[in-house]
């Protein structure tokens, strides 16, 4: 199935799946981009961090919410282990990479569905392989405010498929 920014999972859309601690995730990858939805029982923001060195450090975070209808998604990246510290990549001194994105939020639910490219050239992105594998953080909160404390967090890891 093609892969559509509209914030619905459809059926054939991803090849993988995960639930870590009830924030679920999909995705799939071609060659050149990450086709990453993830949602969480929340009308705040979620978000994923790839490959964080220690806690939070290092991540390279997508981090969003909904508010009033409008979906707002952040390129970021983790600069210490823990706290408030996921500034927007562009307040570093990088690129917003994000190159489609949708989010929804209904029956206290909050959805996203976003592309990436596996290699961004940007510093402040995890430069992602075909067939590798990377650790992954993922979070929650309770409101629509990008800094405040998160209600879950979990880890996993994230495989892409090998390409031909």
């Known amino acids: 199935a093609p892969w559509i920014a509209d914030g619905i999972i459809s059926p054939g859309e991803y090849t993988h799946e995960a639930d870590i601690r009830g924030f679920r995730l999909w995705w799939r990858n071609d060659a050149d981009y990450l086709y990453l939805a993830m ?19 290092d991540a390279n975070y997508l981090f969003g919410y909904v508010e009033q209808g409008e979906a707002l998604l952040w390129d ?7 706290g408030r510290s996921h500034p927007p990549d562009e307040e570093l001194g990088g690129t917003n990479d994000i190159v489609a994105f949708a989010g929804v939020e209904v029956d206290g639910v909050t959805r996203f569905e976003v592309q990436i ?14 067939g590798e594998s990377y650790a992954i953080i993922v979070a929650m909160g309770p409101t629509d405010e990008y800094n405040s404390y998160h209600t879950m967090v979990g880890r996993g890891t994230l495989t892409l ?4």
């Open 39 to 57: 949602e969480g029982d929340t009308t705040g923001w979620i978000s994923i961090g790839i490959e964080p060195s220690r806690g939070m450090q």
């Open 76 to 82: 970021a990246f983790g600069t210490a282990p823990s």
């Open 117 to 130: 490219p596996l290699d961004s050239g940007d510093s402040y992105d995890t430069l992602l392989q075909p």
């Open 161 to 164: 498929d090998a390409v031909d």
